[in-house]
């Protein structure tokens, strides 16, 4: 049998209610290919999102290495960083 205990299973499903669309779609594709064979179907029906979301997710993982990120925090500004 694929897949994770139910205590991980509940905790992974909170983590993802809190992720954003796109960040869901990531985190669902690396837990599917964790998982190998199987794991798409697996997670698709954990987190209850169609397989082609998954899919996706990996696809927008594999365009790039460097990754943009949404800045949600400011830079600091002072001394230490020449201001």
């Keep these: 049998m694929i897949g994770y ?4 299973e509940i905790k992974m499903q909170r983590l993802f209610t809190t992720l954003s669309e796109k960040d869901k779609r990531r985190y669902a594709g690396i837990e599917a290919t964790k998982l190998g064979h199987g794991g798409l179907d697996y997670i698709s029906k954990l987190f209850d999102i169609d397989p082609k979301t998954i899919r996706r997710g990996l696809q ?11 800045r949600v925090r400011k830079k600091r500004r002072g001394p230490e960083n020449g201001d």
């Design 60 to 70: 927008e993982l594999d365009l790039t290495d460097d990754l943009p990120s949404d």
């Design 5 to 8: 205990g139910q205590a991980i």
